[in-house]
């Protein structure tokens, strides 16, 4: 028997399979998925097994045997290597970078055992040893025995911690017959303290049932289908997620529900908790190694039904899995960084057909491509065009920055919302504010000669904040804000823009009696910064929350009743073709979390362009009006959904090679293009660049980058596959990474 074996090393060289003789002693154990140790040129390394065969490729007595199983690195699930095998295809990358990608844990962590002391002997043979070991003046021995006849049993590491009783005398004990110790696995369970008594069931209204009612009736008359549920913010697609996924346990399969990591918070877990109790697990990067180990664990062995997480959760290796549920399946989290540069929606797709799994999508502001599937009967529509338990969308005011400045407003509040801030403290209700932008202001430039500070690793200005550093917040360099110019030597260098911490010192100085608190990356670096946060903004020790994206997210505040979106505008101007629709998304978002419980809730946006189409449409919540103009756009411009695009990362130690592989590169795409003209002009590639990356320099890398436009998106990969062999020949100094956009 032949292994075909994958070997651990993230190189486009070894990137294929290697065969190895399967030594006769193993055969019964190898299987694909299964981790190796194998020899490979003059060392010993590991891989993974992805096939067995009968048949060698090459002479047989050219083919080494594995040396064994890596013992220390978890097996992967045979659909798993499937499902690895399509991303790498799909998005770029090695078959080794895929891999660890759909292996949550691939290094085993020891499972958390609790070891308990028991008395085998009686209490009077118990006694009886205590007197010899007063008698004989052994203190550890006698303060042992003391506490285990006391207490009846004894936990193992507080005895040998808290007793101060080495474990050689437990184990003389053990030898002797006294006492046994008995070990018991445990789970670390991050929401062991949440309590469920008094759990009562919602029940759906009619427009919720409905659409429960169709994705149930398909699921159980073996209808695959793709779902989209477009509902408006605070419509209940949560309730509605919890009915269906009730339905898919009890039939016996299981449910991955997909959640932002941003909105991954102890509010949103304890609704599902409080609903399906230790049958679900949740994996999320604030989780200890041993916490996600023990959850990736849990569903390998199916003691657990529902996985709640991030895009990583997406590969659980769930046996039954009969759900998958994307929720605000808009969010840019959901599309990988690292290579393979995935997106969530294409492979929750891919693992929905392999395992007969519909998928759901669901937000309030669907991104354009979900949307476009929608409308062209790709996936099941449904919408919620209103709140859940009769709450009216709030009031939208959108007040022009340039007005306020002509009529002498030079604070960063307009009018409008100091008037509704004031208000809701006086009523005793709470208001949230949210701002694109942490620190406490933005660039720091010269008035004199026009200079701005930059982090000298990475081509991005660095932001002030109120320890007096300046911050990189891509590379995490910082220095002291200087005194003066370090250019011209000014003394009139100063900080522009605005940021959460500027924001909180203002209306403490406007509002000193308010309770006040702060969300952004720099309060919530601690593992249970999230949840004290928003749990004491829940329980109304805070009138306004200040915050970044991260407040914005699914969040359920019943007594906020205001919200304010300083500089809506500010996310318009970044240098990508989906600004606009982000925007738009942030705003709507953002004005979803006023107003949902039963008083009325109000919304200011604060912007310097009140015309543009993005914040004229998010004031009116008007999504089908924001999608039509968002779409035309697109398509005149070529951009995805209406076309396919691929973008080129070169990236080198030095600006000149960078420029040079980036001009080869180029020559490359026109080559093919030339070698497969395509008629029809929908289908044509179009190709910009090569220029400078919108981050040009980033930890002393230069960075160009080449995007190419295609209405195929079979031709974009074929590019990726003809550059990727390409890039095999690089300098060390070089490489080159694709992102399918």
Known sequence: MYADVIVNISSENVDKPYQYLVPEHL????????????PFGNRTINGYV?????????????????????????????????????????????????????????????????RTIEPLASKEELVSLLGEAVRRHYTAKERFLRELIEAGKLDYSLTTSKLNIASSVISKFESDGVIRIRSEVVYRNPFSDIDRTGFVKNTLNPAQQAIADEVKADIDTGKRRDYL????TGSGKTEIYLDIIEHVIESGRQVIMLIPEIALTYQTVKRFYMRFGDRISVMNSKLSHGERYDQYMRAKRGETDIVIGPRSALFTPFERLGLIIIDEEHEGSYKAENVPSYHAREVAFRRGEDENAPVILGSATPSLEAYTMARAGRIRLFKLDSRAGGALMPTVHVADMREELKNGNRTVFSVKLRELIEDRLRKGEQAMLFLNRRGYSGSVSCRSCGHVIKCPHCDISMTLHNTGKLVCHYCGYSEQKPEKCPKCGSPYISSFGLGTQKVEEKLKDLYPSARILRMDADTTASKDSYEKILSAFANEEADILIGTQMIVKGHDFHKCTLVGILMADMSLNAPDFRAGERTFQLLTQASGRAGRGELAGDVVIQTYDPENYCIEHAAKADYEGFYDEEYGFRQVMNYPPARCMLSVLILSTTEEEAADISEKVRKKIDGYKDGNAVKDKALQIKTIGPADAPLAKARDIYRKIIYIKAGDYSLLVKIKDMLAEYADGLPATAALQFNFN
């Open 229 to 232: 549920i477009h509902g408006v």
């Open 50 to 114: 992805i096939d067995l065969s009968e048949k060698p490729q090459i002479d047989p007595a050219r083919i080494k045997p594995i040396t064994g199983i890596a013992a220390k690195i978890n097996p992967v699930d045979g659909r798993m290597i499937s499902l690895a095998w399509w991303i790498k295809d799909r998005f770029g990358g090695t078959m080794n970078q895929a891999l660890k990608t759909v292996i949550p844990s691939s290094k085993k962590i020891k499972q958390l055992e609790v």
């Open 27 to 38: 055969a019964e154990k190898i299987k694909p998925g299964c981790p190796v140790v194998i």
